[in-house]
């Protein structure tokens, strides 16, 4: 067969082709003309270099493995060769993982020091009483009814929705990659000088979304570890508000904001309406691959759920 005939059979280039007998991983025969001439032992060698180099392995390492072949071996990694090869791979890799865990620790450590340098100091509006008001949670906090409003998300696929991040970037839901990302949805959070609803503390699920807020900023780096990719808040208030959340608090992550409910629309979350405004009900999802892995529904007390998201990555590893 022809060359391009051998690629398209391998599912690989011509080019590649050529790389490989310039290797002489591959010795076609020559015809008498002079042109090369590939059979299904030339396809069976370039798909066995292709999917080694998918695994991580260079092209220039597979000889082994098209060695064992040749020896009439039934699979490429019947050799002791073979193996030698694969050990050297990992071992590689395995440094290579060490190093970027390395990296990775050290830059949420950063992250961590520059997100609280300075979290201590308060606006010039915000007073003891202020912080305390918003932090302390009263001991008659009502509980949120468990309405099963939210069963219905588990293995649901996140919505093809865009929202804008306090970074100024839009985030699709959707494309978050395949790492575990925490999504923790709250109605509203207390901004110092300025009143809250009308009765917030009456309403069930409404009071705690500072608390909660610092939860997941204080277990951050823990969440991470346990193999969280990202972490976001997620509310109906713009940018610029929550964009004064993130400085306040101190925040070493992003919040997203969803001014219309589109994902409450989408998903069919639940939310609740008080002074004329429409807002989310509390609730927090583990989102991979696109979809809904887990919900947590109803939520509390607020200000000890990010323990809570914790111990479930914690119980349920990937």
């Known amino acids: 067969m022809q060359i391009s005939e051998l690629a398209r059979q391998a599912d690989v280039t011509t080019k590649a082709v050529r790389y ?4 002489g991983l591959i010795t076609p025969e020559r015809l008498a003309n002079g042109y090369r001439n590939y059979n299904e032992d030339d396809v069976r060698l370039v798909r066995e270099i292709r999917t080694l180099h998918q695994l991580g392995i260079p092209v220039e390492r597979t000889r082994p493995f098209l060695d064992c072949l040749a020896a009439g071996r039934l699979h490429a990694d019947d050799c002791p060769a073979s193996l030698a090869t694969y050990r050297e791979a990992i071992d590689e890799l395995t440094e290579r993982i060490e190093a970027l865990t390395a990296r990775r620790a050290t830059l949420i450590t950063n992250l961590n020091a520059a997100a609280h340098r300075g979290s201590s100091s308060k606006a010039p509006e915000q007073t003891a009483t202020d912080s305390e008001d918003y932090l302390t949670l009263p001991a008659d906090l009502p509980a949120p009814e468990a309405d099963g409003a939210a069963d219905h998300l588990p293995g649901t696929k996140t919505p093809q929705i865009s929202l804008l991040n306090t970074a ?9 990659g395949p790492r575990r990302t925490v999504i923790y949805i709250y109605p509203l959070t207390g901004r110092p000088g300025t009143d809250l609803p009308e009765g917030w503390n ?4 409404a009071r705690g979304c500072t608390p909660e807020t610092c939860g997941f900023r204080d277990h951050f780096q823990d969440l991470l570890e346990a193999g969280a990719g990202r972490v976001y808040g997620l509310s109906s208030q713009d940018t610029d508000y929550q964009n004064e959340v993130v400085e306040r608090l101190g925040l070493p992550f992003d919040m997203l904001s969803d001014p219309t409910l589109v994902l409450a629309d989408t998903l069919g979350l639940p939310t609740f309406e008080v002074d004329g405004m429409r807002l989310f009900k509390r609730l927090t999802l583990i989102v991979r691959d696109g979809v809904i892995e887990h919900a947590f529904y109803p939520i509390f007390p607020p200000n000890e759920h990010a323990q809570q998201v914790l111990t ?3 119980e349920n590893p990937l």
């Open 168 to 176: 100024g970037k839009e985030i699709r839901l959707d494309a978050l």
């Open 20 to 23: 490989y007998e310039s290797l």
């Open 312 to 314: 479930w990555l914690r």
């Open 202 to 205: 009456s309403i069930p699920g």
